[in-house]
């Protein structure tokens, strides 16, 4: 009988299962496939969705098939532009990253898809529950690059925490995106209630800090453990080089990110984004 050793992770507020699953010749060749299919295409990550949904019911106890479950409900929310299709792949995606969390919390995959359903979800959730789920999300980003550091996207992701923190002190505004994911949480605090501002001072009485050159470190690493992976990221060093006042550093990283070519269908923040500093070239300073 298979012997598990239980952890308790603060913050997630999770139930967490440490175990060791070998997968065997048959789930093994399955996972391989599920990961050839993410690679592809919208056809080919659907094919992939399909493959891993008709085979949970054999295999909903084993983690790494049901990360992998949770990545492809990402993909197919990607895929889609109705808001009520986008937000049951996000929540049901979660569900199953949740899932594997609780099967094992030493997995950096599970915290990684965790944190980007639970990001997806929000989009479509109330006010209260995103600003509670700001700590919640950096926090399974610190914990997917404690336990593997060379992911480009968590480096992304978190480069753009540190980077709507510096904004959010200086504009209201926390916005969280992700290359090729269409993953955006906007929060406009200008806009807010008073019972909404009251919720954001009672949950933020310790705001986390970050600075600039933290969001351009994170966003630098991305880009130095995959070149060109995102042009989001190039767009957004290019943003912080700007924003630092070095002129000629953003115009060059603008020139770099545009030569990536798009994924999916970028979301609107991520075309502003582009559209703003395409300017910079346009003027050739």
């Not at 952890?7 to 507020?13: A, F, N, P, T």
């Not at 950096?108 to 529950?129: I, N, P, R, Y």
């Not at 001072?201 to 969001?215: M, Q």
Request: with cysteine.
């Amino acid at each position: 009988e298979e012997e598990e050793e239980e952890d308790v992770v603060e913050g997630g507020g999770l139930q967490l299962q440490r175990e060791v699953e070998v997968p065997n010749g048959e789930l093994a060749l399955l996972l391989a496939q599920s990961d050839i299919l993410h690679t592809g295409g919208a056809s080919l990550k659907a094919e992939g969705f399909r493959l891993l949904l008709e085979n949970r019911a054999e295999h909903q106890g084993n983690q790494e098939f049901l990360w992998r479950l949770a990545r492809a409900y990402a993909d197919m929310y990607e895929s889609t532009e109705d808001e009520q299709v986008k937000s049951r792949y996000a929540q049901k995606g979660r569900e199953e990253a949740e899932e594997a969390l609780q099967k094992n919390g030493l997995n950096a995959d599970c915290h990684k898809w965790f944190a980007v359903l639970t990001a997806l979800a929000l989009e479509h959730g109330s006010m209260h529950s995103k600003l509670k789920s700001s700590h919640l999300l950096k926090e399974h980003l610190d914990q997917a690059l404690a336990l593997r550091d060379d992911d480009p996207m968590c480096y992304y992701l978190l480069g753009r925490w540190c980077y709507e923190v510096t904004a959010a002190a200086l504009s209201a505004v926390l916005t969280w995106t992700c290359p090729g994911k269409q993953l955006l949480l906007l929060l406009q605090v200008s806009s807010w209630d008073w019972l909404e501002r009251k919720a954001a001072a009672a949950l933020y009485r310790s705001p986390p800090t970050c600075t600039l050159h933290d969001a351009l470190e994170n966003f630098l690493k991305a880009e130095a453990l995959s070149p060109g992976f995102s042009r989001t990221v190039r767009l957004y060093v290019a943003k912080c080089h700007k924003q630092l006042g070095n002129t000629s550093e953003a115009s060059s990283w603008t020139r770099l990110a545009l030569e990536v070519p798009t994924s999916g269908h970028p979301g609107d923040e991520a075309r502003k984004l582009e559209a703003e500093l395409r300017l910079l070239t346009d003027r050739r300073v």
